[in-house]
Each structure stands twice: as structure tokens, then as C-alpha cells.
């Protein structure tokens, strides 16, 4: 659900990426389990001043989405008000290959992999992202996902989800982190500050076994960047090591504190 | 969608009935196409004050509705902002029988008949309805159901609904339509006006060949009131007769003008 004024701000943000990132967020969602997304319920509050202007602008932005993934809209509730924008997206898909990938299969010597790159999303990523189906349906077939999600709170917060729920800890380097050219251009933090701790980059993170891993690096099986940035551990704690060997421990929200 | 100030008003509204409300409508909407209701989805916007005290009674209302008709709440999206309370569920279900009835199966020499009676739902049906889904998936198994609709936006624009879509007419007689108590309690219209035109009644409204409606007025599958109010035509117009043998046109809106 994206409401004005939380999401986004009108007459800053487009309407037709304010739809497409309504039904983009959800193809992430189905993306973070190798989901084939099917069909779209779309359900919206228009303001009254303005609606049909928004309600075309947020169809378009929905409506060439849809297409690009052969997601059917197949229905919804369309409302007028005298309130702000309110859109809300259901997006209905089918588990692939061996079924849904989930966060709690991490394994002790998996692979720590991403898509892409982190950081400083809110420079306009966050609205006109590329949801990663196509490249976790392809991860899916070709090798063994033991545990998959999409970053949409952080790259740490969203590794202690899998961390969590497989109830085991992980090494990061620092080095290997992706960080965006948006997070370095922003200029405020330290880029690797904004990779690990900003949110809605909507790349895919995932495990796989040592041997998997190897050979995705070897033979990549999509032109997404795909980085390798660490291993799970059976030690329940999440560690950083910098470039130069010093380890300090990576917190849920991203802030590297030295030890 | 439920928006506040628009489809109810705090704190004249229980937030109970809201949440069940949001649940219910969905269920009558399946119930309309003899589906059997599966997992609901639900998304809300919480206004940031007393939001807690909403979510609890929004989500008490919708849980005890979706326990009576065995629905697993299987997600969502929970949100807080400075608006009012809008709250979106999507619903899911599965055909049955012989597959989902439509609107556009009606034959001439059909019988036209309801579940419950009409009219009023303002003075409280509207929050406290029972959708219909028991006695739908009966009458699915029980008659060859050619034509379906749940009566949302009045007795008389529905069933235009079901014309429509089937390309066919209709004979109403105005005496078998069964008046709500509620229609003639609230006095300021004639009964039959209201019981014609006022929406949210969430009744069964469905076509079946003579013999089979014959065999349900005979055998009654469940409590749940049933009547027989008329006939489908080829002629494509909607008449509808009154005791006096009188016949006028049955408007969309349900509004009856003598000819």
C-alpha cells in the first residue's frame, strides 16, 4: 500500500511511477521467493481534485509494468475521496522449480551473494527499480537457493531477516559490499554506511553452497551484477571485516560500530 | 476499500464492524459466483492516532468473519499516517462444482429469485450483513444456477446487471418482492422504492430453469428466506407488475415510474 505524503508527494513524483513502483514492490516480493508472478488486484482512493488525471497516470505506470512481466490486472476497487492517494496492489504468483525459495534455509558455509548495487536508493532507484524476477527465476534453476529475500529495509537489516529465521550468524567484507554510485555521489555518509544501512534497493540476497556460488562468479548466468560479499556461520553474530583485517560487528540497521 | 468519511464515520462506527465489514463484502462477491472463500489479504492505513486502538478492533472483526468461514488472513501490508482509516482487503477463492456462475448465463422463462429480503440496509444491515456463501454453494450444488449476482448496488440495478450481460429482459411482479422490515420502518420512502433501490443488501440475486426454482420452493436447502419475484424475457425490457395487474418500466435505479 503507497499513500501520498508517506510515499511519495505530489506534484513531486510522477503518478505513473508512483503505479509502477505500487505493482513493482510486489514483484520484488514475489522475486525474493523465485515466484512467477501471474495476476494483479488493484485497488485505489482517488482524490477527488485531480483524480482522473492521477487515476490515468498511475494506470499507465501499472499498466506497462504488467506488460513487461505478463502480469494480468485482473481487478480491483476503484474509490474517489476528499483524502490524499491511497494505492494498494495484491499480486497473486506461483511457486517455481522445487517451490518457494524462503529466508530460513541458510546454511553454515553458504555464500553470502547479491544483485546489483546498495545505497542512496532515494536519489530515484526507489521509484524506477527493476524488480529481479527474471534473474531469481534463472538463480533458481541453476543453482540451490538455500535462502533468498529482497532488500527493501537494508542490506544488513535484510540479511538478519535470513539470519533470524535460519538461526545462524554471518561474515561481510566490507570490501566486497556493492556500493551504488548513488551512495557515493549523495556525499552526507560514508557510501559503505549507505549500502549496508538505506533502504528500497529492491536487489535480491541470497545463499547458496560454497560450490554453487563458484560457479555463478564463473558463469553468470544473466548480465545483473552478481557479488559475492561473504559467508554464513553457525556463530549466532553478524561480523564486518574492513579492508585492512579489523573486525567489528554489523548491526541490524546498518551502523558499523568499531570494536 | 473502506474509506473512512466515505464508507463510515468515526466514532459513530465500530471498528469491529469496519474490519468485518472489509471481509464481508469480499465474501459476498465470491459468494456471488458460488466460489468457496480461502485466504484474505488485507492492507491498512492507520491514522497515527489511536491507531493501536483501530487495528485492534479492524483486525478482531475481520479474524472472527474469517474464522466463521474458515479463511486463512495469509498477509498484508500494515501502515501508519496522518489520514484517516482506509483499510483493502483482497480475497481469495476457488470455483466450484461445475465452475464459477456468471452474470451473462440468463435464459428466457428463468425464474428470478433472492435470497433474504430488501431494502434499509442503511438502518444497520450494511455493517452486520451474512454473506452468502453457505447457501450459494448449495444452491450451486442443488440447481443449475444460470445466472448470479450478490445485491450491492440495489435489487433493480443488478438484476439490470444480469439483463444486461445475458442480453434479456425481466418481469417483476411488485407484490413477490421481498420488503425488509427495515425498508418499512424507516418511513420516509414507500417500502417497495427502497426495497428496489437501496444497495448494500448483499442477497443472493440468481436465475434458474422453472423446474429447479419449482424444486427449491418445494424443498428449501437451507433457512435462509428464498423467493421467486419474476421471470426472465426475450424481449428486452424490465417490467414490473403491480397488484393491481398494473405494469410499469423498472428503472436501473430501481426508481418506478407509471406509464
Redesign the interface.
Given at each position: 500500500?503507497l499513500?501520498e505524503?508517506?510515499d511519495f508527494r505530489f506534484p513531486d513524483a510522477d503518478p505513473q511511477l508512483v503505479g509502477r513502483k505500487a505493482l513493482a514492490v510486489c514483484l520484488s516480493d514475489i522475486a525474493a521467493m523465485a515466484g512467477q508472478p501471474l495476476a494483479a488486484?488493484v485497488?485505489?482512493?482517488l482524490p477527488k481534485f485531480s483524480g482522473r488525471r492521477l487515476a490515468e497516470g498511475v494506470h499507465a505506470g501499472i499498466e506497462a509494468l504488467a506488460g513487461e512481466f505478463s502480469v494480468a490486472i485482473a481487478g480491483g476497487?476503484t474509490?474517489s475521496?476528499?483524502?490524499?492517494l491511497?494505492l494498494?496492489v495484491?499480486l497473486?504468483g506461483q511457486p517455481t522449480g522445487s517451490g518457494p525459495v524462503r529466508r530460513s534455509g541458510a546454511e553454515a558455509g553458504d555464500w553470502i551473494m547479491v544483485t546489483g548495487d546498495f545505497g542512496g536508493s532515494i536519489s530515484g532507484k526507489h521509484l524506477s527499480f527493476q524488480p529481479r524476477v527474471a534473474e531469481a527465476l534463472v538463480l533458481h534453476q541453476v543453482v540451490r537457493l538455500h535462502a533468498m529475500i529482497d532488500v527493501s529495509d537494508g542490506l544488513a537489516a535484510d540479511l538478519y531477516h535470513i539470519l533470524d529465521e535460519s538461526r545462524k550468524g554471518a561474515v561481510v567484507r566490507a570490501a566486497d559490499v556493492p556500493v551504488s554510485e548513488a551512495a557515493r555521489l549523495l556525499g552526507d555518509k560514508p557510501p559503505l554506511e549507505r549500502a549496508l544501512g538505506d533502504g528500497e534497493d529492491f536487489e535480491l540476497l541470497f545463499t547458496v553452497p560454497e560450490e554453487d556460488g563458484r560457479r555463478l562468479l564463473a558463469n553468470p548466468p544473466f548480465a545483473t551484477r552478481l557479488t559475492h560479499l561473504g559467508e554464513i556461520t553457525d556463530e549466532r553474530r553478524c561480523r564486518l571485516i574492513a579492508a585492512d583485517g579489523r573486525s567489528s560487528s554489523l548491526e541490524r540497521l546498518g551502523w558499523v560500530h568499531e570494536i
Open positions: 500500500m499513500m505524503g508517506v488486484l485497488s485505489i482512493a476497487d474509490n475521496w476528499d483524502g490524499p491511497v494498494s495484491t497473486l
